[in-house]
Every structure is written in C-alpha cells, then in structure tokens.
T-cell receptor
Framework: EAGVAQSPRYKIIEKRQSVAFWCNPI?????LYWYQQILGQGPKLLIQ????????DSQLPKDRFSAERLKGVDSTLKIQPAKLEDSAVYLC????????????FGEGSWLTVV | QQQVKQSPQSLIVQKGGISIINCAYE??????FPWYQQFPGKGPALLIA?????SEKKEGRFTISFNKSAKQFSLHIMDSQPGDSATYFC???????????FGAGTRLTVKP
C-alpha cells in the first residue's frame, strides 16, 4: 500500500515570497490533515479535511496560510507571504475516517525561510 | 496550545536497558493516547496506543502504562536496541475527531 506522498521535500525561499506544498493521501482515506512541525517540537495541527470539506482550521494563520482539497483527494497548502517563523516541516497525514484514530504521516516538506 | 507535557527531552540508554518516557495531559475529555516514533527525515509513525479504559497495553518490547487519576501515561521500551534510537512523541485526542495534540518529543539514543 502506497503511503502519503508529499512534494517538494525541501524548499528554501526568501521572506515575503510564496510557497505551495502538495499532498496525495493514502487511497481511500477520507480525512486529510496538515501539521506544522517546528524543529524540536511536536507536530501542530493546522487544518483537517473530511473529504473536500474543512473540519477544523482553527489553528491555521489565515492571513497567510491557505489550504484546499479539491475533489476530496489531493491537497495543497500555500503560504503567502512567508515569514521567518514559518520555517518548519509541513507534514501531511491521512486517516480512513475522521474518528479512525490511526493517522498515517507523509515524510514532510521541509521549508526554510531566509 | 500545549495540552500534553512530555519528559525527558532527551534520553540515553545502554543497549538492553529500559527506556522510560513520561507524558501528562490536562484535558480529561481526551480518550485516545498514542505514541509515535519518528526517525530523522521521516514522518511520525504510530507505535502503540491506549484507551483510558485500560491501565496497560503491551506490544512486543513496547508497553504503555496509563494512570487515569493522575492524568499521566508512559512508554516503556524493554531491552532497548540501537535501532530504537529515534524521537518519540506522545499524543492525545478526542473520541469524535482526530485533532491530535502532541507532546514536545523525546530524543532517545541507545548506545551499543
């Protein structure tokens, strides 16, 4: 079974530039998550989708972050404009259902803002 | 934001020893407590999990001990091996959604 796919794996941008990350969840998984993991910290949920609808985006900095999940499969997370403190690993994850508990993570997209 | 506190931040254990990582949570509504293992450059992977209706769960060399009254749970790794060297995260979530709250992580090093 293929895992959660993410791209790009690494990205370096200057502050105030924009960046987009792409995620393809495990086939058949209805729930998709984006987490932010700052170096030395645990992952923090940014947004949760159930199919193509947003379940929880309370911790998403909406002035600069946006995410969408068209057709209930792939998802894109965008940051515009980026700040230095956005340097982190952005982890996409998926689960079979919203209350399925087992969440499968991708390898992450490493962002460095300089 | 931090609803799960994890300790220690780092841990060094000799091969064959027991590794113990502790977590404490605040919200009594949490009802699912997983542990994730993360190797460098990889995403976290579910290691073992427990529900609050049991006090202990064992899978191979990995055991979760759960103390509901103290709002604490811990991971014990028996016969620790160098291949167990990784960062371990405890987490907690609710019954009706998967909004997982993670601890800050423990970097485990097992020396040969």
């Amino acid at each position: 079974e293929a895992g959660v796919a993410q791209s790009p794996r690494y990205k370096i941008i200057e502050k105030r530039q924009s960046v987009a990350f792409w995620c393809n969840p495990i086939s058949g998984h209805a729930t998709l998550y984006w987490y932010q993991q700052i170096l030395g910290q645990g992952p923090k949920l940014l947004i949760q989708f159930q199919n193509n609808g947003v379940v929880d985006d309370s911790q998403l900095p909406k002035d600069r972050f946006s995410a969408e999940r068209l057709k209930g499969v792939d998802s894109t997370l965008k940051i515009q404009p980026a700040k230095l403190e956005d340097s982190a690993v952005y982890l996409c994850a998926s689960s079979l259902v919203q209350t399925g508990y087992t969440i499968y993570f991708g390898e992450g997209s490493w962002l460095t803002v300089v | 934001q931090q609803q799960v506190k994890q300790s220690p931040q780092s841990l060094i254990v000799q091969k064959g020893g027991i590794s113990i990582i502790n977590c404490a949570y605040e919200n009594t509504a949490f009802d699912y407590f997983p542990w994730y293992q993360q190797f460098p450059g990889k995403g976290p992977a579910l290691l073992i999990a427990i529900r609050p209706d049991v006090s202990e769960k064992k899978e191979g060399r990995f055991t979760i001990s759960f103390n509901k009254s103290a709002k604490q749970f811990s991971l014990h790794i028996m016969d620790s091996q160098p291949g167990d060297s990784a960062t371990y995260f405890c987490a907690a979530s609710y019954l009706n959604n998967n909004d997982m709250r993670f601890g800050a992580g423990t970097r485990l090093t097992v020396k040969p």
